[in-house]
């Protein structure tokens, strides 16, 4: 596609309830990253994938969340068992190659109540 | 991930007037990038750089690569009401992939 895109929107969810955020990017883009952004912050990194191997995920807050990238293309972020700090902007960015600057999509705001 | 140190954390400009903003790290990088984020949106790539010293132009916006690597500054010359938003700095090191992120300089341009 044109831009890097992501699904829902918005997402609002009760506690405890598993959610999966779906990032497609730009066509061709071998990197992918996930990133969390909280209100009035810089974005931090979450997880890396080059094609689809997960090549890091140092950065992932723990083992409720997981992503994967199956075909090299699309990418899922899951979050398992949601908990009210788990609310955020969660961004997707994918980038030609490791050391080019990203593209970055418009995010999924993820509501927790 | 690492915070980088940016300042200022906001600005209140004229139309017209330069302004320059800076981002410093504790670790060496050997990328440093500068976005661009509106109310709603992802940020936007401004300018990037790769090289100790660089300097690189887009347009009104003037970057630089410190030569310690360890900095890097943003400026803007003769500002317009659609610069308005917020400015981050980015910066990679040689051991990882994610990039670090300031917190950001929020840009406010009366006319």
């Known amino acids: 596609g044109a831009g890097v895109s992501q699904s829902p929107r918005y997402k609002v969810t009760k506690r405890g309830q598993d959610v999966a955020l779906r990032c497609d990017p730009i066509?061709?883009?071998?990197?992918l990253y996930w990133y969390r952004q909280a209100l009035g912050q810089g974005p931090e990194f979450l997880t890396y994938?080059?094609?689809?191997?997960?090549?890091?995920k140092s950065g992932l807050p723990n083992d409720r969340f997981s992503a994967e990238r199956p075909e090299g293309s699309i990418s899922t972020l899951t979050i398992q068992r949601t908990e009210q700090r788990d609310s955020a902007m969660y961004r997707c960015?994918?980038?030609?190659?490791?050391?080019?600057?990203?593209?970055f999509g418009s995010g999924t705001r993820l509501t927790v109540v | 991930g690492q915070q980088l140190n940016q300042s200022p954390q906001s600005m209140f400009i004229q139309e017209g007037e330069d302004v320059s903003m800076n981002c410093t790290s504790s670790?060496?990088?050997?990328?440093w990038l500068w976005y661009k984020q509106d109310p709603g949106e992802g940020p936007v790539l401004l300018i990037a750089?790769?090289?100790?010293?660089e300097l690189t132009s887009n347009g009104r916006l003037t970057a630089q690569f410190g030569i310690t690597r360890k900095d890097s500054f943003l400026n803007i010359s003769a500002s317009i009401p659609s610069d308005v938003g917020i400015y981050f700095c980015?910066?990679?090191?040689?051991?990882?992939?994610?990039?670090?992120f300031g917190k950001g300089t929020s840009l406010l341009v009366t006319p």
């Open positions: 960015a994918s980038s030609p190659l490791i050391n080019y600057g990203y593209t």
């Open positions: 994938f080059n094609y689809e191997a997960q090549q890091d």
């Open positions: 066509s061709g883009h071998v990197s």
């Open positions: 980015a910066g990679r090191s040689n051991s990882g992939y994610a990039l670090n």
């Open positions: 670790s060496i990088f050997n990328t």
């Open positions: 750089l790769y090289k100790a010293g």
